[in-house]
């Protein structure tokens, strides 16, 4: 817990006990444990562990302890964040209807409470305190985000999904899911970008997109960047926060990123998938029909061995590998103009000809793409004629004329 706060434990105790039931006497300062509490230009987030037979109700009493919190010097909004875990040694039992499944360790999940406008999850009402672990609905499961799920088929006005995936982390991956669907839109096909990199997500301050997007009836709105909108997790929560999430969690997570959002009518949805073959690949391709994936890797052996997991995955899954990407192929110094191999060059090409798979092209390492992440610009917006957006509006223009055959197929 954060020592600089204008406020005491024992103040934030006071007013978690003045929203206890009146009823039952159920109060989150008896029955829950403070883990963390932060305070950032006026918004407090207040994170507690519950006994989880007891999330549901505490969950409730949210909505009124942000009113209590309010209250504090320095507050102006204030969020709850509920977590809950089963003992240890308790048995893992399936759940139907539930992302969880029969997980080995689960989490019960998050609750959010704000007294004044929407919670930051998706519940869209005022004081929205829920928990994601309730089960509730059909599909309800693990539910981080927080809200109550959505009704009938996913995604249902979008034609194309793909993904953009890697075996390992460190090799440009977000980068180029930014830079790829920004070019997407800028060949005229109507585009949105999910981050699904739930630990990691960066996407918001790469497309220079911070701000929490809007909750209309209970939906999230994707926000509008470079002519495409765009979701990310980083969007929601407080970008210090560690997204210490299991499995059912992520899950949990990408159900609401993939169902709680208004994506419209697109031509394309590029999905920034994590780094790895692990619960978020398989979440995704269970849940939405992916009509392909782009794998990027950098040249050394090293990347390649997990490139090849990555495209042994999507095989498995009878998922089209629409090509590698090489990225940081080489390196062009700004002063002289001379090109250095710094990680090997070609190696991305020669596997893709060894697996059989079509190579979209290789990408530079430049200090135009590094700045650009950091402005929120993505390279083929902010340097166009540099090496690295030339590169990327030449992969943009292949994958989009394979998203126009596919469409006119």
């Not at 360790?105 to 919670?119: I, M």
């Not at 798979?357 to 610009?377: C, K, M, N, T, W």
């Amino acid at each position: 817990m954060a020592h600089d706060l204008p406020f005491s434990l024992d103040d934030i105790t006071q007013a978690l006990f003045a929203a206890r039931d009146p009823r039952t006497g159920l109060s989150l300062t008896q029955d829950g444990q403070i883990q963390s509490c932060t305070l950032e230009n006026g918004k407090l987030v207040l994170t507690l562990t519950v006994p989880r037979d007891a999330a549901q109700a505490l969950a409730a009493l949210c909505p009124a302890a942000a009113s209590q919190l309010e209250t504090l010097p320095g507050v102006k909004t204030a969020s709850l964040v509920l977590t809950a875990h089963r003992p240890a040694g308790a048995p893992a039992t399936a759940r139907a209807g539930t992302a969880a499944g029969s997980a080995a360790e689960d989490t019960a999940g998050a609750a959010t409470g704000t007294a004044s406008g929407p919670a930051t999850g998706p519940a869209g009402k005022s004081g929205g305190g829920t928990a994601a672990g309730a089960g509730r609905g059909t599909g309800g499961g693990h539910r981080p985000l927080g809200g109550t799920p959505t009704q009938g088929p996913i995604l249902p006005g979008v034609k194309t999904i793909l993904a953009v995936a890697s075996g390992k982390g460190g090799v440009g991956k977000s980068t180029t899911a930014v830079n790829l669907a920004v070019g997407l839109g800028m060949e005229g096909l109507k585009t949105g970008l999910m981050d699904a990199d739930i630990h990691g997500p960066s996407l918001h301050r790469m497309l220079g997109a911070p701000a929490k997007p809007a909750v209309v009836d209970g939906v999230l709105q994707p926000v509008a960047a470079w002519g495409i909108t765009a979701m990310s997790l980083g969007m929601l929560v407080d970008e210090k926060a560690a997204m210490i999430w299991r499995g059912p969690m992520v899950m949990g997570a990408i159900n609401q990123l993939l169902g709680d959002v208004n994506w419209g009518d697109l031509d394309v949805l590029v999905v920034d998938l994590p780094p790895g073959t692990g619960d978020a690949q398989l979440t995704l391709t269970q849940k939405v029909p992916l009509a392909g994936a782009v794998i990027v890797s950098t040249p050394q052996d090293i990347a390649l061995i997990d490139a090849r997991r990555a495209v042994s995955m999507f095989e498995k899954l009878d998922i089209p590998v629409l090509g590698l990407i090489e990225n940081m192929s080489y390196f062009c110094c700004p002063n002289c103009g001379h090109n250095t191999e710094l990680f090997g060059h070609g190696g991305a090409r020669q596997e893709a000809e060894t697996l059989g798979v079509s190579f979209l092209g290789e990408v530079p390492l430049l200090a135009d793409i590094r700045a650009s992440g950091d402005a929120g610009v993505p390279v083929v917006i902010g340097a166009p004629q540099s090496e690295g957006g030339k590169a990327w509006r030449r992969i943009a223009h292949t994958v989009a004329q394979a998203v126009r055959t596919a469409h006119r197929a």
